[in-house]
């Protein structure tokens, strides 16, 4: 295997070295040569089909996003220069990617595989406030409400704006300070929750590579058993701050997570293109970042969201081209546009959830509002999609097709005028930490209307206990 | 002559429509040589046309990459016209100049960008700062090119507080009065403007284009 060229020193000498491009250069560039993909490889959005089962598709759309990144390359932001890889160093570096790994430590830790299309292998949970800000005031509430929830098996953070009641200045000794705290706090959760070896996977009040760093502290804070987000730009671009974290990480054996954000009618055009563009980010996370995992974290342009039918669909499409061309380790990332205590919500979860399942991908959620309102994460969703992930395990991508359409049609008139709900402080006892009678009707009532379209509810029991 | 310039025109709206840049500039050549009006065209044709495409863009009918197409191809044609209006004597109509960056420590920057392209496609002159723009070069540039709005972009949480130290230094240096300044982005809302002493919030490209017109009045 060429690891030279693909170590972390070479990604830095082609950063230096490759060709140069202005950056709106690139992005004309990826948006016509992705446009022409998308007809050299057949690629057809059926709304009606949102879960194909259509195995030639996949591998025409691992095809074109490998072709795509194999041409454009990532766009480093620092140097103004692409970053480029021969045909063999992307397939070799794809082939050597994990496909297992051990998240947490001691009795919590918990093995994360690459699942296939209609995989028997359980999907694990991540939960925690996805891409939503909290408030300092819920958010160790909002953390540890996601962490005792037994379904959820990894915790992620959720960003909060100010520390001690001041506004956090990224690049300043207050975001130093914050994600220190903020990872402590995040520590504390899960020792609240008897499970203080859970792999908690971000920090995410950081912006910047030093505060990122600063929330690494074995005693207190992040420990190498967890993990810190890497992100890309869309689409398909990094820089040196990114790069300075892998430096960093790799070198003190961490995970580090790839979070894409491929945007649906962004450069990538519509959702045939935005798939395309989705492989390439996973290829880029392989190559430049070696990640862990992957969060298939695409989004709406202008509403955040991926539950509506094209967001859908790019979930389904994108996790089985993983799973059957790679064997990377891949983690669906649910936006929604409600917010919490509402049906729509649950709804919009279950089509994501379902999709995730039989696709290849583990489980994350929930940005609720498309992460736009405060403290709107609990662990009750968290264990509402687990539950619907564990019971569509077995079923059929024609099977899923069918339920997911049921889900749609409880929310999809509601895309465009969300229901935003309530936040977390008044859906849950803050001093009991369990939810309250009116989120609890809002679950049993989707959870039965699931039960009665034919979903087993209570599959979880047996993934769990075999 | 009057049906081949009716039939121009219509090409010319089409050629803009699709983003063919290089079709758009050839036929505004041919409806200026047939007489067209450059400032007629501009504010009857371009500004309507580039109206509809952001109309498009805004209910998904069409993506990114033909919002971007349309706009480059409605500078090409509106750099074609500026030259027209200036040999005529005449003074071009920009409806004003706008500053537009994304603010300090913030890398996210398609928002603005698209903001940009709606901006230009209405005739206002855009100096484009770029993303992580610090404070001082917002205040800067809008001294330099005599702004009448500067427009904050910010996507996250975390770098809002950069629009408040913003136009902070704005009033700090006495300059506040001088400029409109506005603000948009994933995590601005109406009620962190109103709390920043902003002079307007947008939720979208095509009602900051109609809070820029409506500030410059």
């Known amino acids: 295997m060429a690891q030279s060229s693909t170590y972390l020193p070479g990604i830095v000498k082609r950063s230096e070295n490759g060709p140069y491009s202005k950056e709106s250069e690139f992005d004309m560039t990826l948006a016509r040569r992705t446009a022409e993909l998308v007809r050299e490889y057949g690629l057809k959005f059926d709304p009606q089909v949102l879960v194909p089962a259509d195995d030639g598709l996949a591998d025409r759309l691992y095809q074109a996003g490998f072709e795509l990144f194999l041409e454009m390359g990532a766009y480093n932001q620092s140097t103004e220069r692409r970053i480029l890889f021969s045909r063999d160093e992307l397939e070799t570096a794809v082939a050597a990617a994990p496909s297992a790994i051990t998240l947490g430590t001691g009795k919590d830790a918990v093995i994360e595989r690459h699942r296939g299309v209609e995989s028997t292998i359980p999907c694990l949970m991540h939960s925690g406030p996805t891409g939503t800000p909290c408030s300092e005031r819920y958010h160790p509430l909002i953390l540890q409400s996601c962490a005792q929830e037994p379904l959820v098996d990894c915790l992620g953070h959720g960003s909060i704006a100010t520390y001690m009641g001041e506004l956090i200045i990224p690049g300043s000794p207050l975001e130093i300070l914050a994600a220190r705290s903020e990872a402590a706090i995040a520590r504390e959760a899960v020792r609240k929750a008897s499970r203080p070896g859970m792999h908690i996977e971000d920090n995410a009040v950081s912006l910047t590579c030093a505060g990122k760093m600063a929330s690494i502290d074995p005693a207190s804070g992040l420990r190498p058993s967890d993990g810190l987000l890497i992100s890309q730009m869309p689409e398909l671009k990094t820089n040196y701050d990114q790069l300075s974290r892998v430096a960093h990480l790799q070198n003190i054996g961490m995970h580090m997570v790839d979070l894409m954000t491929p945007l649906i009618g962004g450069l990538g055009g519509g959702p045939e293109g935005t798939a395309i563009v989705t492989i390439a980010s996973h290829i880029l996370g392989v190559v430049c970042y070696h990640v862990s995992y992957h969060f298939l974290g695409h989004m709406h342009l202008l509403k955040s969201n991926n539950t509506d039918r094209m967001g859908l669909w790019i979930e389904a499409v994108v996790g089985q081209a993983l799973a059957r061309n790679t064997p990377l380790v891949a983690v669906n990332d649910i936006y929604t546009v409600s917010g919490l205590g509402t049906t729509e919500i649950l709804w919009e979860v279950a089509a994501g959830a379902m999709i995730g399942t039989v696709c290849g991908l583990h489980q994350h959620g929930i940005g609720a509002t498309a992460g736009n309102e405060i403290d709107h994460t609990s662990g009750l969703e968290a264990r509402f999609q687990a539950e619907v992930a564990h019971a569509a395990l077995g079923l059929s991508r024609q099977e899923v097709n069918g339920y997911v359409l049921a889900c749609l049609s409880h929310y999809e008139d509601s895309l465009n005028d969300p229901n935003v709900g309530k936040p977390f402080p008044e859906l849950y006892d803050t001093e009991a930490l369990v939810p309250n009678n009116e989120w609890l009707e809002i679950y049993h009532q989707v959870r039965g209307e699931l039960s009665d379209l034919g979903l087993n509810m209570e599959s979880w029991r047996k993934v769990r206990h075999g | ?217």
């Open chain 2, 1 to 217: 002559m009057a049906d081949t310039l009716e039939q121009v025109r219509s090409d010319l709206v089409k050629a803009l429509s699709s983003g063919q840049t290089e079709e758009a500039e050839s036929l505004t050549r041919q409806a200026l040589a047939a007489g067209a009006d450059p400032l007629d065209l501009i504010q009857n044709l371009l500004v309507p046309t580039l109206t509809r495409v952001g109309q498009d863009f805004q209910k998904f009918n069409i993506f990114l990459p033909e919002l971007m197409a349309a706009g480059d191809a409605a500078q090409a044609v509106t750099a074609i016209l500026e030259e027209a209006i200036a040999a005529s004597g005449a003074e071009t109509s920009s409806p004003g100049t706008v500053v537009l960056g994304t603010v300090e420590h913030d890398v996210h920057d398609i928002g603005k960008n698209i903001v940009n392209t709606m901006l230009s496609s209405h005739g206002f002159k855009v100096i484009d700062v770029g993303r992580d723009v610090a404070p001082s070069r917002f205040l800067e540039t809008a001294r330099q090119e005599k702004a009448d709005i500067v427009a904050l972009s910010a996507l996250m949480t975390t770098t809002r507080p950069a629009t408040r130290s913003t136009i902070n230094l704005f009033q700090e240096v006495g300059a506040r009065e001088q400029f409109k300044i506005i603000v948009g982005g994933g995590c601005i809302d109406q009620a962190w403007a109103d709390e920043i002493g902003a002079d307007g919030y947008a939720p979208d490209a095509a009602a900051a284009v109609e809070l820029c017109k409506k500030l410059v009045k």
